[in-house]
């Protein structure tokens, strides 16, 4: 099953062998947070979502695709 998690970016969930939160700005503009998807296709192996304005928004929406993500 295709997940996206950006506009135009889809992962395999078949694929997903990890998945991190990370900050990717803080100040002066506040913190913002971007799932990366850690795969195992081929040259280009990680791929990110779209930013968050909150770690609360972050986990929220991940809580929303998680089942869908083979953890087998």
Do not use: C, H
Request: charge should be negative; proline fraction near 1%.
């Amino acid at each position: 099953m295709f997940i996206q998690i950006d506009e135009g970016i889809f992962v395999n969930s078949d694929m997903v062998t990890a998945v991190e939160l990370s900050v990717v700005s803080s100040e002066p503009y506040g913190e913002i947070y971007r799932w990366a998807f850690y795969t195992t296709t081929g040259e280009k192996s990680v791929f990110f979502s779209r930013d968050f304005d909150s770690k609360e928004e972050a986990e929220n929406w991940f809580e929303n695709i998680r089942f869908m993500i083979n953890k087998g």
